[in-house]
Antibody, heavy 116, light 107 residues
Framework: EVQLVESGGGLIQPGGSLRLSCAAS????????MSWVRQAPGKGLEWVSI???????YYADSVQGRFTISRDKSKNTLYLQINSLRAEDTAVYYC??????????WGKGTTVTVSS | DIQMTQSPSSLSASVGDRVTITCQAS??????LNWYQQKPGKAPKLLLY???NLETGVPSRFSGSGSGTNFTFTISSLQPEDIATYYC?????????FGPGTKVDIK
């Protein structure tokens, strides 16, 4: 079964760091484009980052320089390293497989809360 | 960045009604548009891709049309399980951008 499972969220103080993980099953993360999308409480969907199968990465302006997307082929896992956290980074973070530019498989999300 | 707008922001309709949502892009995006459904507390789900193609397993009461800057999403006969927020999303250019969403509920 094709599946994505996120983990790593939690309560973190402003300025802190966190690494989110997205474990895939049923397909190879390294063979697909993969993306992170977040949703602040009560708000809409916001694209965060993408990694191409060739390894090229792109970020939303709001996270550029603070977030890093990566993957581990041996663990079939996608990551999002998030640094210098701000209150406005509080959100549910979803990972998604991007197939021909549509996000066809989504995880259930992991919640990041930035608060002192 | 390409800005996406949706209307209405919310609607209430009866079971069996035809429901239409519009999505507008700030520039020509050809047919590079997806539609997602998000039920409360759940992850988004892909319904339509390339503006009008139904994702495998999605009921045929869902449909989409449009190209350029104006797009339409339709539920031909609203069902109770369709209560959700619907988002359009463009992929003509990075950053990928979503519309603000349309919340659909039952009257």
């Amino acid at each position: 079964e094709v599946q994505l499972v996120e983990s790593g969220g939690g309560l973190i103080q402003p300025g802190g760091s966190l690494r989110l993980s997205c474990a895939a099953s049923g397909f190879a993360v390294s063979g697909h484009y993969m993306s992170w999308v977040r949703q602040a409480p009560g708000k809409g969907l916001e694209w965060v980052s993408i990694i191409y199968s060739a390894g090229t990465t792109y970020y939303a302006d709001s996270v550029q320089g603070r977030f890093t997307i990566s993957r581990d082929k041996s663990k079939n896992t996608l990551y999002l390293q998030i640094n210098s956290l701000r209150a406005e980074d509080t959100a549910v973070y979803y990972c998604a497989r991007v197939h021909l530019w549509h996000m066809d498989v989504w995880g259930k999300g992991t919640t990041v809360t930035v608060s002192s | 960045d390409i800005q996406m707008t949706q209307s209405p922001s919310s609607l209430s309709a009866s079971v069996g009604d035809r429901v239409t949502i519009t999505c507008q892009a700030s520039q020509d995006i050809s047919n590079y548009l997806n539609w997602y459904q998000q039920k409360p507390g759940k992850a988004p789900k892909l319904l339509l891709y390339d503006a009008s193609n139904l994702e495998t397993g999605v009921p045929s009461r869902f449909s989409g049309s449009g190209s350029g800057t104006n797009f339409t999403f339709t539920i031909s006969s609203l069902q109770p399980e369709d209560i959700a927020t619907y988002y359009c999303q463009q992929y003509d250019n990075l950053p990928l951008t979503f519309g603000p969403g349309t919340k659909v509920d039952i009257k």
